[in-house]
């Protein structure tokens, strides 16, 4: 991480699934002190805001394969621009959600700039649904998906009409909540999986050196972190809205971004899925403000 300018942008949509709540989660991660532990770490630090999202009661629900497009679309549109100038001003963006749907305009922002951008997907789920394969029709169930090029033209086309990302430029890490259509997507795209089965039997160092090894053989121009705080285990992030038992554990996933850390690959980041009404003492926004941390240098000695 050689920037030291970093512009936080909150993203308070809870549009792309169907609980309320993880709307307040860039709020929660603010409270949680966030701005003053990345200024302690030397950073220039911009908080640009939230972008706007209309009320809940203003959207109007159509396809039932697609939950809130509309806004969705909206919503992601506003950010991709707001990224992409970040972006050109020299700044890491840092995004904060809001549910993983947001993943979409921060991958289109990034995507004017990198060609060969690197994505770390640290989530218990797989996010390659497309309306489809979807169970639920929730669009937080879709971003890589979307990403990649694969889903409604309305989602895949905002800022321009290719791909946003490779597909053989993804590595899932943590998996355990993976539907029969992502599978299939999964093997189809060559899209690197490491499962907690994987976790468990390689160790997150192993993961990790292999996983960024393999970025710089791609030779990726930038690469994007995009943490699910779902990824972790219930027990230390109690705050999510799809909670997957047999999770990351908080060492392990401290030790990940430590590790992102040292590689100096790191141009972006986005932590989504805090919901603080489902969370205990805000317990999930002071673990996603720790990670942060970590991620950005924060060092024991």
């Known amino acids: 991480m050689e ?122 789920h797989a996010d390659l649904n497309t309306p489809e394969t979807t169970p639920s029709g929730n669009i937080h169930g879709m971003p890589l998906a979307t990403s990649i090029g694969l889903g409604h033209e309305r989602l895949t086309s905002i800022l321009h009409s290719e791909a946003k990302i490779k597909a053989e430029n993804i590595i899932i890490i943590g998996g355990r909540s993976i539907d029969d259509g992502e599978r299939v997507l999964i093997k189809e795209r060559g899209i690197k999986v490491y499962t907690m089965h994987e976790i468990d039997r390689l160790g997150m160092t192993y993961v990790m050196e292999e996983t960024l090894q393999y970025f710089k053989t791609q030779q990726v121009d930038g690469l994007h972190l995009s943490l699910d705080l779902d990824a972790l285990d219930p027990l230390y992030t109690p705050g999510v809205g799809t909670p997957v038992a047999g999770g990351i554990s908080y060492r392990e996933s401290h030790l990940a971004m430590e590790m992102i850390q040292e590689s100096r690959l790191l141009t972006s980041a986005e932590f989504v899925e805090v919901n603080p009404i489902l969370d205990e003492r805000n317990k999930t926004a002071d673990v996603a403000v720790a990670l942060i941390g970590s991620l950005f240098g924060e060092t024991l000695v």
Not at 93 to 110: C, E, R
């Open 3 to 124: 920037n030291k300018n970093i512009s936080i942008i909150g993203v308070p949509c809870d549009y792309g699934q169907q609980r309320r709540g993880v709307d307040m989660g860039p709020s929660a991660i603010r409270y949680a002190g966030l701005q003053e532990r990345l200024k302690t770490l030397g950073y220039d630090v911009a908080d640009e805001g939230n972008i706007q999202v209309v009320d809940f009661d203003e959207v109007e629900q159509q396809d039932h394969r697609l939950l809130n497009l509309e806004e969705v679309v909206r919503v992601s549109t506003t950010l991709a621009e707001k990224v992409d100038t970040v972006v050109k001003n020299n700044r890491t963006p840092l995004v904060l959600g809001g549910d993983h749907s947001i993943a979409i305009g921060t991958l289109a922002g990034l995507s004017v700039k990198y060609k060969n951008l690197g994505v770390i997907w640290f989530d218990a």
